[in-house]
């Protein structure tokens, strides 16, 4: 006899700010209705020019974290690490009133001296490039007292423009429609998944909004909260965590541009 009551998935919604601040607002409204955890990653931009908007979504108990998103950070020194996480640490942490545990760089990217920067400020958790397809997986190298979260990446099946986090702009970039994406949200088989939207994209046009809302809609998944999400995480030597640096596209080559994306119909 079939299982009537399958184990859903868990799953982390991760909004990361694209200096966005109406889709930001936006996507923290609709989470606060669901009463539904995420992460929500601010770049210095939003800090500093939105730092009500980022004390009130704050306030209703969101966990925000830093991300620098001119560069990645692979092979880049110590002192440029530590510096560009401190900053962001010091503004998200006056804008909150809460600590900053958790760090991302452009493309997820990390090295070692992430690991030791994070550790030195306090950090418990980084971001990383999906490593294991689709599926999301939580690390903790034994020489370091941070963990490491390895988001979701795109299908193997789209992986011609190389990998990507599973996310509105990375199925956007490659010419995927919001059907299309909400037809993989849909498909995904993993136990575990970190699900990322964008705050210029998913946040303020129709279409990517809606295939999000769609999937929120199904509730096949257990959505977790940031300390609920990395309570077992896979204990190994910091060489023996698989690390993704590729990055094969640099420019994106949408089905539609975004401007010609259709508008969330916001009240006046």
């Known amino acids: 006899m079939p299982n009537s009551n399958p184990k859903k998935t868990d799953g982390m919604l991760l909004v990361?700010?694209?200096?966005?601040?109406?889709?930001?607002?936006?996507?923290?409204?609709?989470?606060?209705?669901?009463?539904?955890?995420?992460?929500?990653?601010?770049?210095?931009?939003?800090?500093?020019?939105?730092?009500?908007?980022?004390?009130?979504?704050?306030g209703r108990g969101f966990e925000f974290c830093g991300i620098y998103n001119e560069k990645p950070f692979w092979n880049e020194s110590y002192d440029f690490q530590y510096e560009e996480i401190r900053i962001m640490k010091d503004k998200i942490e006056s804008r909150t009133g809460k600590l900053m545990r958790l760090f991302g760089s452009k493309y997820f990217a990390y090295d070692e001296n992430t690991l030791k920067a994070a550790e030195a400020l306090g950090l418990k958790f980084i971001f990383a490039r999906g490593a294991a397809g689709t599926k999301a997986v939580l690390y903790k190298p034994e020489e370091y007292d941070v963990q490491i979260l390895s988001v979701s990446n795109i299908p193997a099946s789209m992986t011609e423009m190389g990998t990507g986090s599973l996310c509105d702009e990375s199925l956007w970039s490659r010419g995927e429609s919001p059907e299309g994406f909400k037809s993989i949200l849909f498909s995904l088989k993993e136990e575990r998944i970190i699900i990322v939207a964008q705050t210029h994209l998913s946040g303020v046009k129709l279409h990517w909004w809606n295939a999000y809302q769609d999937f929120l809609d199904a509730n096949i998944v257990?959505?977790?909260?940031?300390?609920?999400?990395?309570?077992?995480?896979?204990?190994l030597p910091n060489t023996r965590i698989p690390i993704n640096t590729e990055v094969k596209y640099m420019e994106p080559n949408p089905r539609i541009p975004l401007e010609q994306e259709p508008d969330y119909p916001f009240e006046a």
């Open 16 to 58: 990361l700010d694209r200096q966005n601040a109406r889709g930001l607002k936006h996507w923290a409204d609709e989470l606060k209705k669901r009463n539904m955890p995420a992460c929500i990653a601010i770049g210095k931009v939003m800090a500093e020019q939105h730092g009500s908007l980022i004390a009130e979504i704050a």
């Open 222 to 235: 257990n959505w977790n909260s940031l300390d609920e999400f990395t309570s077992n995480p896979v204990v």
